[in-house]
């Protein structure tokens, strides 16, 4: 049983472009949370999907930012021009809809760097 | 609201040294409370959790108690290895809403032979 994935693992872009970020959840995995991690910090909670769902995005940016967990696919947190305050990594975790909220398994990461 | 304050790093301890990472957390009801582990260059992974007070996590010779009274969840290890040498996270979840984690900031630990 693979765990989540998360691609691409490394992800440089300019200011202004486009970043996508993409997150596989563990087999039977319905619920996904994004969190970011800005160098030496912990991590802050951005938005919390179901399928097809946004349920709590009250962490996320107003502007530039979003995100979907579509109905086949992974879930796609998406960055819109970017500016360097944006790097940082990225950080999604998965669990079933049966845990009852306690355990999050978390994938490797998308460290995004913005020159 | 709901926080974790941790203890600031970083801790560097001799191998066979006696670890200690205070934590303390402010939320209103019975949070859940887990501690992390982060190798370098990858995501986080569960040590241990406790869900109700008075709980015992305990997980690879870590353990934390879930002290309501005090409020605190200290992650303590009797005997580190080299191969402990992490960032810990302390966090919770509260006992409604969306099940987010709320993290502190992180204590880097350094183990030497």
């Known amino acids: 049983n693979a765990g989540v994935m998360q691609n691409p693992r490394h992800l440089v872009r300019r200011r202004g472009q486009e970043a996508r970020l993409r997150c596989s959840p563990m087999?039977?995995?319905?619920?996904v949370y994004w969190y970011r991690q800005l160098p030496e910090e912990g991590l802050k909670f951005m938005v919390y999907?179901?399928?097809?769902?946004?349920?709590?995005e009250s962490g996320m940016p107003k502007e530039r930012f979003s995100a979907e967990f579509p109905k086949e696919g992974p879930s796609i947190l998406r960055i819109q021009q970017v500016v360097r305050g944006d790097s940082a990594a990225y950080f999604c975790a998965t669990r079933s809809a049966g845990t009852g909220g306690n355990e999050q398994f978390f994938g490797p990461g998308t460290r995004l760097t913005v020159l | 609201g709901n926080s974790v304050t941790q203890m600031e790093g970083p801790v560097t301890l001799s191998e066979e040294a006696f670890l200690t990472i205070n934590c303390t957390y402010t939320?209103?009801?019975?949070?859940?409370l887990f501690w992390y582990v982060q190798y370098p260059g990858e995501g986080l992974q569960l040590l241990l959790k406790a869900t109700k007070a008075d709980d015992k996590g305990s997980n690879k010779g870590f353990e934390a108690t879930y002290r309501k009274e005090t409020t605190s969840f200290h992650l303590e290890k009797g005997s580190v290895q080299v191969s402990d040498s992490a960032v810990y996270f302390c966090a919770l979840t509260a006992e409604t809403g969306a099940n987010n984690l709320f993290f502190g900031t992180g204590t880097r630990l350094t183990v030497i032979p």
């Open positions: 939320a209103t009801g019975y949070p859940s």
């Open positions: 087999k039977g995995h319905s619920h």
């Open positions: 999907l179901q399928k097809e769902n946004i349920i709590d």
